[in-house]
């Protein structure tokens, strides 16, 4: 739906099985999602859209990326539209991981020890994720055709993060240089945390109220 809100959402998949969708490319035509069937893991789909009109996307016919007796998730595409980074518990711990888009290709991991929530740098040359142990971590690459090349992660700051749930990710700024995230403050559970919050609506009705101007 429109960020403005004056729409309805638009449903852009008739499946009736949990699915969480998670990211965009780059040129807003294709959308990563993860999907469960009941009794199985979840699988890594992808769904084309159509933008002839960028204000009502039409959706196309989903397509699996990829299915496995494993659990699959946080699937994101590269800024240039032609990786997926994802995680997966194949070793028995969540690791990440890299496969080409569309495919097919060798898949490359990434992490060691145990990684999620893989996240781009802009730059075109690093990808981030959280350890196991709560470290940002940070692996550049290099691709050389359709060769993708990790080399070993660092990390990335010296402070160890501590996201509010499992299935909170972050993110970064355009120039790479800070991460947003939400986290739960030091010495507290995400249980103990607000789980409410206050929207301001006519804001610009309020500030007229609050600081009158004879320019208005």
């Not at 159509?50 to 009502?56: H, I, M, S, T, Y």
């Not at 699959?72 to 194949?90: Q, V």
């Not at 070993?152 to 993060?161: D, F, G, H, T, V």
């Not at 355009?174 to 607000?194: N, S, V, Y």
Request: proline share 8%; with cysteine; net charge negative.
């Amino acid at each position: 739906m429109r960020a403005e809100g004056d729409e309805q959402a638009l449903r852009l998949t008739q499946s009736d099985n949990y699915q969480q969708p998670s990211g965009f490319s780059s040129d807003g035509r294709w959308l990563a999602y993860v999907d469960q069937n009941p009794g199985t893991d979840w699988d890594i789909w992808v769904l084309p859209l159509d933008l002839g009109d960028p204000d009502r996307p039409k959706p196309g016919k989903p397509e699996i990326f990829l299915r496995t007796p494993h659990r699959e998730g946080f699937a994101t595409f590269s800024h240039d539209g032609r990786w997926l980074a994802y995680t997966s518990n194949e070793s028995g711990v969540d690791e990440v991981y890299v496969r080409p888009f569309p495919g097919p290709g060798v898949r490359s991991q990434i992490s060691a020890r145990g990684g999620s929530c893989p996240v781009w740098a802009r730059n075109g040359k690093e990808l981030m994720y959280k350890s196991r142990e709560g470290w940002l971590m940070v692996a550049g690459f290099t691709v050389k055709g359709n060769a993708f090349s990790a080399q070993k992660p660092l990390r990335w700051s010296e402070n160890q993060i501590r996201l509010a749930s499992v299935e909170t990710g972050f993110d970064l700024t355009p120039d790479d240089r800070r991460i947003l995230m939400l986290q739960t403050p030091e010495g507290k559970d995400a249980q103990e945390l607000p789980t409410h919050a206050s929207f301001l609506l006519h804001f610009f009705d309020e500030l007229r109220r609050r600081v009158p101007s004879a320019d208005r």
